[in-house]
Nanobody
Framework: VQLQASGGGLVQPGGSLRLSCVAS????????LAWFRQTPGREREFVAA????????NYGESGKGRFAISRDDGKSTVYLQMNSLKPEDTAVYYC??????????????WGQGTQVTVSS
């Protein structure tokens, strides 16, 4: 499985971004998907996950009420809509495919990461 993340960039505090992650090489619709983020010197932090059917989502504390994860199986793509962004959201964001979990080590396949910078 290969994952290609995109959509990162520079945004002002209070702004929005939508990250995308396209998967190829395996049956997309049978897997759960997740977003994690990481800053230098820190462990990868769980952001959001969506189960295989899209019926269940889970969010880390940092994104609750501001972020929304969704999936489009027809396009083999998972999205992360991020609103009301804060400087502390600055990180490299990674998509991952695997079980429905908040634990990074349980995910088998990872995208290359996309940089999100929130700054005025």
């Amino acid at each position: 499985v290969q994952l290609q993340a995109s959509g990162g960039g520079l945004v002002q505090p209070g702004g929005s971004l939508r990250l995308s992650c396209v998967a190829s090489g395996r049956s997309f619709s049978t897997y759960s998907l997740a977003w994690f983020r990481q800053t230098p010197g820190r462990e990868r932090e769980f952001v959001a996950a969506i189960n295989w059917s899209g019926s269940t989502t889970n969010y880390g504390e940092s994104g609750k009420g501001r972020f929304a994860i969704s999936r489009d199986d027809g396009k083999s793509t998972v999205y992360l809509q991020m609103n009301s962004l804060k400087p502390e959201d600055t990180a490299v964001y990674y998509c991952a495919i695997g079980p429905f979990s908040t634990v990074a080590s349980r995910y088998t396949y990872w995208g290359q990461g996309t940089q999100v910078t929130v700054s005025s």
